[in-house]
């Protein structure tokens, strides 16, 4: 028997998915363990041989892949323990990654501090040399101010080396200059160099992305290389791949070699969760959301396409890295309630999190937090949390609802509990608005699925605050990034930055080096497909750029189909120019299609995807309509449309399955999900065992 | 008569409410971000996106930065009066007069009636800073300007489109008068961004009724106004005095104009009283009305709750004295182009005077701006070319108890919402060809808290016929960023050219320098903010820390922070540093 397991390291629950070659096989929480994850993962994998009643030994033998989703590196960052690193740039240009182009992030506050930047001043050192915008060299590199930077490089314990300079992304070669003198004399260090990890215009983007590449390198490869121990001592002998922010995954020799790939990977594999949830209803654009006890990630697909950003940022710092687009906002299970002085009550973004957690986990947490409210509004039952093993206290939830929200605003507690639940789904709601109708899209034209222990509750009151009608909990909505781990390919991007005017027709003078950057970023990406044993027929690469009006700051990344591209002699920019104006329209609400502006072309860029076997899906044979048999009980609940309490009905979500209908109001429980089905609402399981939530015509929650 | 009953406050839909006027602000400031060319709008985000109701009061409101809070309110009220009811759907109405409610030429407001049925009851409304308005020099910033019309076409409210159609005939008026296409392509984007605006509070009016909203309004503004109301009642009552300069007015050498202010803190009110500030002068160093009231509102933000919602309930307590005829409320015609550029000097005023009810909160003094606006013809493009420098203005912020000044952070007017240009893009998109951009070592002022870091920037210049508009201030030793408590001044601005025939030119605070020729050196240093607290409380670790970054020189940290550092190894003499710091020499 072939295994495949999906492994998320979180920041409490370690998520496992393991496939066996008919689909889904078992799914699996351990504790995070965040000084060695690895140690978290092995125990994982023990636990699930022992799920299957097979030796340890046999049972990881048996194991073909494991794709692994890991936040070490995020983690490093996030709390300044990344490697020792040095920065070594052009003369002059020193600060560029202290001063991130001098933002105050809060305007009006004058204690905001800047972040701590991953290399301090005195490690940032200079180099004589320079580059000029059209990548011509104006001075050769001085070698020896490389070298006396490697000598105080040594002297101070550096472990990373970061080396970016002017305009490298239009000429690399006084950085690889640099890169040789100092892998010569410090042959031990992680290299960073910013002409391979980004070729891409923006010094300080550019700069940022290498640093960071740096300072997490030593630690992703440290901990590659421990857990890879670790599974070669348990002779592991399947593949091991590694997610990353780009919703791909990639081996971990690659992956090492660009350790900020990872650094957004956490929700990275929503959007392939939530294709796979999808595939039973050949629905191919939907919104995913997933709520835990502290943040809330929503990321929209749309046919098929998760929308990538190189924008992102850790820790304030850019990292300009294609990666999924997902925002992620502070809402979850143990968001705090609060008032303001003028009297407005407000949830999060502040989090009671695990620890102390919410009120009712009687841990000593005194803040009313959205899990309280939830239990005090019957949607969670105090003996069913996470399937019993945590037993809320109610009492302790009203107390701290009634003493810190209700009295202060003089309403009764159940209203004040309300008031809660209303207001955090309308912030997770304006989360969602932000990548939808903010780039452009109308969220009713995309179902929600609604994943994350404390997501389902929640998930029909955020659609109806946008108007979509459609909720989907998946069968895995507790591991969601886990199932989705085993159902990406590998990926890999590549840029290269020309700024010039878009060219008129394939005779134009800039077609050469157009056809020159995409041929190496070609080559590039064959052989890194091939080096992960990816055959020819199952290498897909796709060209996109980024263009912009003449004069414009913000770049639109086009996506350009193949039939535009068909040979690179004759690319069809007339197409291209044409699906700009399009995309600049749908994105921003006009274009310049007949004012004839001048199109100018930035960046080139190529994705490469190395098409990988997905395990089936298990699909469920379909039973009667009926639910009785699931019907675990009855309990009050608050039902808002009505405002006030009604018995309802409470299903056993594990006991139902395809076929299954049942109209709301109801609340569907399992071990670590809870569905809220609101009146007006039917629900009912696909072949894939996802609850579907359809609103009846006309009706909102 | 019956007494009418308040209804019911609501928290819960007032909450929402508040987030989705926020939301709808937000998603018309980011298509302005979008969509629009000029650099000073996308990249330094020279904006401000609002919502305002049938009377022209603020529902809320997104300012890019901080100068701008105060933008649009004015204009709004005064396009109401006057239009009256001859006001309709589809109309769009363009606003810059600053003699009418306008802040400065260079802003144009875009205004977007919102109608409910046949009844006015809303208005969309965004204002950016056009990179240009006519007048006699492009790009608005004019040091010889002695009246408006050598600053800027005037343009009072006027309809660009009725009814939903554009008025082709004013709109060429309008453009006819200006130089810059992107200004018009701006100008769209801005409808555009009113449009989405419209939109958004539509959905709104229709989730809610027209009654409801009106009523969820009023306590909004009701809810915010509590909350200024409490910061304020939090100041112990009295009248506080502070004063300012600003420093030469482009026309007179050696000139100063001063600021004089007296704060009075009643309860839960508190005026702001300008009158004794220096009589308007005979330049463009003079500011309307509207730019004052920003420069007030804004510096007020800092000094209350950052959380608080903006609209108009927090202007409620405030009251503003501002006679006409100061250089702080300037009389028509006067030039004012440099009215926002006065916010520091306003500022300093009002950290002064606060600094004895509130010495927490307030900061020393900041770098005060100093730009340089360049025009020219860029020879590998064989077109012209325009940049204000962004890259290169912005010094540091004053420190403040418990945190030191922020470094590059530059003018108070946008504390940071601008973003220094991109080196990269810089040379793509000028003639330039950078030498140097890096902290200014030993700018901070020397403080308990250090004032923020100032920046040096060169770079040559490989434009023809290029021609220079210094508009700013803070080259004099005494306009230096004011330390606070014991805290030492920042250091100064200056601009210098250097000339390929080895002749040099230091710059004045305002004045225009033309025939710049191509390879001339420009470097300017941009100051570093004020100090707070004696220097010598400063944990001397953390002055070490600043030495070994080559940030503070070890001569500074022994004459300014009393702390002894050797200057090869740059090992700390904790001996010594006690020593000094107990004065013995």
Redesign the interface.
């Known amino acids: 028997m072939a295994f495949k397991i999906g492994i998320d390291v979180g920041g409490t629950f370690t998520d496992f998915l393991l496939m066996g070659p008919t689909g889904r096989t078992a799914v699996h929480k351990e504790l995070s363990t965040p000084a060695d994850p690895s140690i978290a993962v092995m125990a994982g994998v023990a636990a699930l041989a022992q799920g299957q009643t097979m030796a340890f030994d046999r049972f990881v033998r048996d194991i073909e892949i494991i794709v692994h989703g890991t936040t070490v590196t995020t983690n490093a960052v996030l709390t300044g323990t990344t490697a020792r690193t040095g920065l070594l740039t052009t003369r002059g240009f020193r600060d560029a990654l202290q001063m991130r182009r001098g933002v105050r992030e809060q305007m009006y506050d004058n204690r905001y501090h800047p972040p701590a930047p991953i290399v301090p001043r005195h490690l940032r050192l200079p180099a004589t040399e320079r580059v000029d915008a059209e990548g011509a060299i104006v001075m050769p590199l001085a070698a020896a101010d490389v070298e006396s930077a490697v000598d105080r490089f040594i002297a101070e314990g550096i472990e990373a080396v970061a080396i970016c300079f002017l305009h490298a992304h239009a000429n690399g070669s006084n950085e690889q200059a640099a890169a040789r003198l100092v892998r010569e004399r410090l042959p031990r260090a992680y290299v960073s160099v910013s002409s391979e990890v980004l070729p891409q215009v923006r010094f300080y983007e550019r700069t940022s992305t290498t640093v960071l590449n740096a300072g997490v390198g030593p630690i992703l490869s440290r901990y590659l290389r421990n857990l890879t121990q670790k599974l070669e001592q348990a002779h592991y002998r399947g593949t091991l791949l590694i997610m990353q922010s780009n919703g791909g995954v990639a081996a971990p020799a690659s992956v090492a070699r660009l350790a900020a790939m990872t650094l957004l990977s956490g929700p990275a594999a929503a959007p392939a969760a939530g294709l796979a949830c999808m595939s039973a209803q050949r629905q191919t654009s939907f919104i995913t959301v997933d709520m835990g006890g502290t943040s809330f990630d929503a990321a929209l697909v749309r046919k098929g396409q998760p929308a990538i950003t190189t924008s992102g940022t850790v820790n304030r710092y850019a990292l300009a890295l294609p990666s999924m687009e997902i925002n992620t906002i502070g809402a979850g299970g143990g968001s705090i309630a609060w008032i303001d002085d003028g009297g407005l009550l407000h949830m999060g973004p502040q989090s009671a999190a695990a620890d102390p957690g919410p009120a009712c986990y009687g841990r000593g947490g005194v803040e009313p937090t959205c899990t309280d409210a939830n239990l005090l509004l019957g949607y969670l039952a105090a003996d069913y949390f996470a399937g019993g093993r945590i037993r809320l206290d109610a009492g302790a939830a009203e107390r701290s609802i009634r003493e810190r929200i209700a009295r202060p605003l003089r309403m009764d507690v159940v209203a004040a509990a309300h008031g809660m639940f209303h207001v955090i789904n309308v912030n997770m709601a304006s989360a969602i608005r932000e990548i939808s109708v903010q780039k452009g899209y109308d969220p009713r034209e995309f179902p929600l699925i609604c994943a994350g222990g404390a997501g389902p509750i929640h998930g029909a009151c955020i659609a109806a605050e946008l108007g979509i009608a459609r909720i989907v909990v998946p069968r895995e909505s507790s591991i969601f990034c886990a199932s989705g781990m085993l159902r990406t390919d590998l990926k890999h991007d590549y840029v290269r930055s020309y700024a010039r005017a878009l060219p008129q027709s394939h005779a134009g003078p800039e077609n050469g080096r157009i056809r020159l950057l995409l041929r190496a970023m070609q080559a590039e990406a064959r052989s890194a497909l091939k080096a992960e044993g990816i055959a020819a027929e199952r290498q897909r690469l796709h060209i996109s750029m980024d263009l912009r009006y003449l004069g414009q700051y913000h770049e639109v990344g086009v996506h350009v189909p193949d039939k535009a591209i068909a040979t690179l002699d004759r690319i069809d920019w007339k197409a291209i120019r044409a699906l700009f104006h399009q995309q600049h329209d749908r994105l921003y609400g006009y274009c310049l299609r007949e004012e004839d502006t001048p199109v100018e072309l930035l960046n080139l860029r190529l994705s490469a995807i190395g098409v990988t076997d997905k395990p089936a899906l298990k699909r469920q044979r379909r039973s009667s309509a009926g639910c009785a048999h699931a019907l675990k009980g009855r309990r009050p609940a608050y039902r808002p449309d009505r405002g006030g309490f009604r018995n309802l009905p409470v299903y056993d979500g594990d006991r139902l399955g395809h076929g299954n209908r049942l109209a709301g109001p109801a609340i569907i429980e399992s071990v670590n999900t809870t569905i809220v089905v609101p009146a007006g609402y039917l629900a009912g399981y696909d072949v894939l065992g996802n609850c579907i939530l359809n609103a009846r015509r006309g009706h909102r929650a | 008569m019956k007494p009418r009953v308040k209804p019911r ?1 609501d ?2 839909q ?3 409410l ?3 006027l926020k ?1 709808i602000t937000e ?1 018309m400031g ?2 302005l ?3 629009t ?3 000073i709008l ?2 330094a985000r020279d904006f401000v996106t609002g919502l305002y109701d049938a009377r022209g009061r603020m529902l809320e409101q997104t300012e890019y ?2 100068v701008l809070a105060f933008a649009l309110q004015p204009a709004c009220e005064n396009v109401l009066r006057f239009f009256g009811d001859d006001i309709h759907p589809g109309d769009v109405i363009l606003h810059n007069d600053v003699f009418s409610g306008g802040n400065q030429n260079n802003d144009v407001a875009v205004f977007k009636p919102i109608f409910h049925g046949r009844k006015l009851v809303a208005w969309a409304a965004c204002k950016g800073h056009q990179a240009d308005i006519g007048g006699a020099v492009r790009g608005g910033y004019n040091p010889e300007a002695r009246e408006v019309w050598q600053e800027a076409l005037r343009i009072p409210a006027v309809k660009i489109y009725e009814r939903g159609k554009l008025r082709r005939d004013v709109w060429n008026l309008i453009f006819a008068n200006i130089r810059l296409k ?1 200004v018009e ?1 701006d100008i ?2 801005q409808i ?1 961004g009113c ?2 605006g419209e939109r958004g509070y539509k959905a709104l009016l229709a989730r809610l009724g027209p009654t409801k909203l009106e009523r969820l309004l009023g306590e909004l503004f ?6 200024v109301r ?2 304020i009642s939090g100041i112990p009552d009295g009248t506080y005095r502070g004063e300012s300069y600003a420093f030469y007015d482009g026309v007179t050498d050696g000139t100063k104009m001063k600021i004089k202010l007296a704060v009075s803190v009643r309860g839960e009110q508190v005026t702001f009283d300008f009158s004794g500030s220096s009589p308007q002068t005979p330049g463009f160093v003079n500011a309307p009305q509207s730019a004052t009231a920003s420069a007030l509102l ?1 510096t007020f ?2 000094l209350i ?5 903006h609209n108009a309930g927090i202007l409620r307590p405030i009251r503003i004295v501002n006679p006409e005829g100061s250089f702080l409320n300037a009389r028509f015609p006067a030039a004012t182009t440099f009215g926002n550029s006065i916010t520091g000097p306003t500022s300093d005023a009002i950290f002064r005077a606060f600094s004895q009810a509130l010495p927490k ?1 307030v ?1 020393a003094g900041w770098n005060r701006f100093l730009g340089f606006a360049v025009s020219g013809h860029d020879p590998r493009h064989d077109a012209p070319y325009v940049d204000i420098l962004f890259l290169s203005l ?1 010094g540091g ?2 420190a ?1 108890w ?2 030191d000044g ?5 003018l108070i007017n ?12 810089f ?2 998109h000028d003639p330039h ?7 200014l070592p030993d700018s901070a002022g020397a403080g308990r808290w250090r004032g923020g870091l100032g ?1 040096e920037t ?1 770079f040559v210049m490989r434009g023809d016929n290029v021609t220079g508009v210094a508009f700013g201030d803070g080259v004099e030793e005494e306009a230096r960023a004011f330390g606070f408590f014991g805290g030492k001044p920042g250091s100064r601005n200056a601009i210098t050219l250097s000339y390929p025939d080895g002749t040099r030119r230091q710059a004045k605070s305002k004045e225009i320098i033309r025939g710049i020729p191509r390879g001339t050196v420009y470097n300017q240093v941009a100051g570093g903010g004020g100090g707070y607290g004696d220097p010598f409380e400063r944990p001397a670790d953390l002055v070490l ?1 600043d030495v ?4 503070i020189g070890v001569e500074a940290a022994r004459a300014d922070y009393g702390v002894c550092i050797d200057p090869h190894t740059l090992v700390l003499d904790a001996a010594r540093t006690m020593e000094l710091r107990r004065g013995i020499p």
């Open positions: 406050t928290p819960i007032v909450s929402v508040q987030r989705r939301s998603e980011l298509t971000l979008r969509t060319r000029s650099p996308n990249e930065i901080p992107i392509e769209k984007a555009g449009t989405v009701d809810s915010t106004e509590k909350m409490k910061e804004l933000l800092m709750k950052p959380d608080i919602p909160m900061t912005k912020s004053g403040t418990m945190a922020y470094d590059h952070i530059g946008c504390a940071g919402g601008i973003l220094a240009q991109d080196y990269e893009m040379e793509i060809f950078l030498v140097k951009h890096e902290y920046v060169e820390a070994r970054n080559g940030l």
